[in-house]
């Protein structure tokens, strides 16, 4: 597995400034009041193979992995950090609650006023990482203009730490990956809504929970496995874990890679490496049958030596099943993938 390759945030402050503004980049593509450009998007999809003590091979398992990075310009990310300002008040709701979440925005907007000036100097790092945290924030709060119980969900992001490069644990952080993941699937046309167990998507008329959560320990993984199979048994007949691991790379850190390629690989080796060392516990919480499949998911920001434009956001997503689920199952399950490699260019 390619180690990836993490630099610390408090370096290269002269040198990120020097370049001029940088175009920020995230995983989905962002609301029409965003000025959003194409993204470029990949698929993967591979069988897993056990070869066994008399060397015959047997397919034990499919990952599907998508990659997906698009482009904003940072001359909106002003507008975009008052959108999301302006989507609590509307609600009643103060986002000074959250003191991470108001210093990300006041870091944003600050930044784009010193641009504005002509004062660039006045740029530094700290600046850039808190746009992108915006941008990423923002992309998917703003969608939630579509959901019903807006309110709660947004109370849900004021509650506890919004600083994505941190490692504390907390209620937005996993109110956000909800989100995140509702805006991906919505994207790709998929009919989800958010609904419990976290998320609903309709396949044919009938429902398919999504239980949303977030690894902050690997030594965590067994209980929040169970904890999700629990919620998808009470709400429905079957449904996907969706697991994010964001909180797994290095804290204050960001992604350094040479080309594009090689800053998926990195990530796509991250979930890959999950999915590996959690093997024995994936199977043992899918093999009963009523969560189908395992969804892993990591973003970073991230800096592409080669890239038009270095500092961006980035996302890997990975799917993983194992076989010989019943054919209804797997015929939805296949309608899910189809539909996550819809648009996207097979690698």
Known sequence: MAKPQFKRSSSSHERQAEQGAPEGRSAGSAPVSFDVRPMKRTSEHSPIFEVNASGQSTQIGTTSAFTSVGSSPYSGIKSRALSLANLFSSHGLDVKKSASLQQLIDMTVAMSDSWDRGAKEEVTFAHLLAAAQVERIATAALSIVQCAAQEGTLRGLLTGSLDLLGREQSKAKDTLWELELLRILVHHKIDATLGEPDLSVQFSGSPVGFACKKIYSEGNVSKVLSNAVSQIEREGEFGI???????????????????????????????????????????????????ISVLVSCAAIADVENAENRFMNTRQTTVWQIPGIPDAKAEKMNRFIAAMSSQYVAA
């Open 241 to 291: 874990i969706a697991l994010n691991l964001d909180d797994l790379l290095p804290a204050n850190a960001i992604l350094k890679a040479p080309t594009l390629s090689a800053m998926s690989s990195m990530l796509e080796d991250r979930n890959n490496f999950f999915l590996r060392t959690h093997e024995r516990h994936l199977r043992k919480y899918l093999t009963p049958g009523r969560a």
